[in-house]
C-alpha cells in the first residue's frame, strides 16, 4: 500500500475526534485486508501486516542501543519487538493486560536460552510463563518506552484503541519515578496509521512519541510537547480503581503525601480531622518467631487487632505457596495489588496463608483481586477461608 492511498483518509472533516479518526483507521484497515489475526482490528491495537519487519528499525535506534531497561506493551504487533529486546540481553518490562494483577512483569529467559525459546518467552504466553511482577518498591528506571498505536502523527501526536492503558501506564510509572519527559517513546504502525491528528484533540493525559516506525520508515517527529507529570486523578473513575488494584496502592501513597487524588466525580478528596489514615504493612517487618508451632501472624501496621469474634468469611485462604516462599514475598505482592489485609498467618510448612480482612464483602474483593496472582512460577489458590474448608 503507498503513502498516497494513506492520505485519502486523513482526516479533514471540521469537529473530527479521535473515535472518528480510529473508525476509519480500523475501517481502512479491515476493508483492504491489512492485518493478520486477531481480527476484526476494531477496539484494538491492530495487529498489521509487517509488523515483524517494522519491528526490525528497533534495534537500529541509538535510543535503543544505549537503553538498558526497555518497557514494551503486550499487544501482539510488538511480539518481535520484545524479542530484540530479550535478544540484546536488555531488562524487558511489559505491562499486565488491562493493569489487572499490578503494573509490570520482568520477563525472565531461562539460563542459555535460544532465539527460539527468546522468541517464545516474546509471546503472551511466554510473559505469563517466564516472568516475575515488578512491584512499586522496585526503583525500576525504564531507559526506552514502545507503546502501540491506532493512528499517529508525524508530529508525534498519538491516538491509542480509547481505553486509556497505554497513557494510564505511562503516568503510573512517571508516578513511581521509572520515566521522565526526557524518556523516549516509540510506536510501531502500519504506513496507512499514519494520519493527520489536530492538536485541539490532544489532552493533558495524552503521551506522544518521538519515534515511529513503519515497515517502509523511521520517523523521528522532534515532538516537544511535555508528557504528562503522574496520574491526573480527576479523569479516573470509580469502576477503573476497582478494576485495576495498583491504581490504589499509588492513590494511598500520592495521598499520604499530600497530593489531590479527588477522583471523578468526587468532592475533593481530604482526610478527615482526627481519622486515623490506614497504612500499609512495613516493607521490611517480619512476623514474630513465637507465634506458634505452624502459624505466625501479622497485624497492620496501625497496631490495631482484628477482633477475636470475627466472622470466618473474613477470612481468606491462600494456598500453593512455594516451598521457598517467604512471607514477605507474599506482603509484597499484596501491597502492590493494593489488598493488604488486617492481619496475615503465615503456614509456610504448609504451603499456605491465611489473610484477616474487616468484613466479608472487603474478603470476597480481595479474593477476586488476587486471582491468577503468582510467586515465583507457582500460581497460588485464592479462596474464601469457609469455602475452602467445605472442599
Not at 230 to 246: A, C, H, Q, Y
Not at 252 to 273: I, M, N
Request: one cysteine or more.
Amino acid at each position: 500500500m503507498s503513502r498516497g492511498d494513506c492520505v485519502a483518509m486523513e482526516p479533514r472533516a471540521v469537529g473530527v475526534s479521535k473515535q472518528d479518526i480510529r473508525e476509519q483507521i480500523w475501517d481502512h484497515m479491515e476493508s483492504q485486508n491489512l492485518a493478520d489475526f486477531p481480527r476484526p482490528v476494531h477496539h484494538r491495537i491492530p495487529n498489521f501486516k509487517g509488523a515483524s519487519h517494522a519491528a526490525e528499525q528497533l534495534p537500529r535506534l541509538q535510543a535503543f542501543k544505549t537503553a538498558r531497561t526497555i518497557k514494551v506493551n503486550p499487544d501482539a504487533p510488538q511480539k518481535n519487538a520484545r524479542f530484540f529486546v530479550l535478544e540484546s540481553k536488555k531488562t524487558l518490562l511489559v505491562p499486565t493486560p488491562r493493569l489487572r494483577t499490578g503494573l509490570f512483569n520482568k520477563i525472565t529467559p531461562p539460563p542459555g536460552a535460544t532465539k527460539d525459546i527468546l522468541r517464545k518467552c516474546a509471546t503472551s504466553q511466554g510473559v505469563r510463563n517466564c516472568s516475575v511482577p515488578i512491584g512499586l518498591d522496585s526503583r525500576v528506571l525504564v531507559d526506552l518506552v514502545v507503546v502501540g498505536s491506532v493512528a499517529v502523527s508525524e508530529k508525534g501526536w498519538r491516538i491509542g484503541k480509547g481505553e486509556g492503558y497505554a497513557d494510564l501506564e505511562y503516568a503510573m510509572m512517571v508516578s513511581m519515578g521509572a520515566v521522565s519527559n526526557e524518556t523516549p517513546v516509540v510506536t510501531i504502525v502500519h504506513d496507512c496509521q499514519v494520519v493527520d491528528i489536530p492538536e485541539e484533540l490532544l489532552e493533558e493525559h495524552d503521551i506522544t512519541v518521538d519515534y515511529i516506525l513503519t515497515p517502509t520508515r523511521v520517523i523521528a517527529t522532534g515532538c516537544k510537547r511535555p508528557q504528562p507529570m503522574g496520574i491526573t486523578w480527576s479523569k479516573i473513575s470509580r469502576e477503573m480503581m476497582e478494576k485495576i488494584p495498583v491504581l490504589r496502592s499509588l492513590r494511598a501513597r500520592e495521598q499520604q503525601a499530600g497530593k489531590d487524588v479527588t477522583l471523578q466525580g468526587e468532592r475533593q478528596h481530604l482526610p478527615e480531622p482526627g481519622r486515623q489514615q490506614a497504612v500499609p504493612l512495613s516493607a521490611g517487618r517480619r512476623p514474630p518467631d513465637t507465634a506458634g508451632p505452624e502459624a505466625s501472624s501479622m497485624e497492620a501496621a496501625s497496631g490495631s487487632p482484628p477482633e477475636e469474634g470475627a466472622p470466618l468469611a473474613a477470612d481468606v485462604y491462600v494456598g500453593n505457596l512455594p516451598r521457598d516462599a517467604r512471607v514477605s514475598d507474599l506482603k509484597r505482592a499484596l501491597r502492590e495489588l493494593g489488598s493488604v489485609p488486617l492481619r496475615l498467618t503465615w503456614q509456610g510448612p504448609r504451603r499456605r496463608a491465611f489473610l484477616r480482612y474487616p468484613d466479608s464483602a472487603a474478603a470476597q474483593q480481595a479474593v477476586s483481586c488476587l486471582q491468577g496472582l503468582r510467586l515465583g512460577t507457582d500460581t497460588l489458590r485464592v479462596a474464601l477461608a469457609r469455602q475452602q474448608r467445605d472442599k
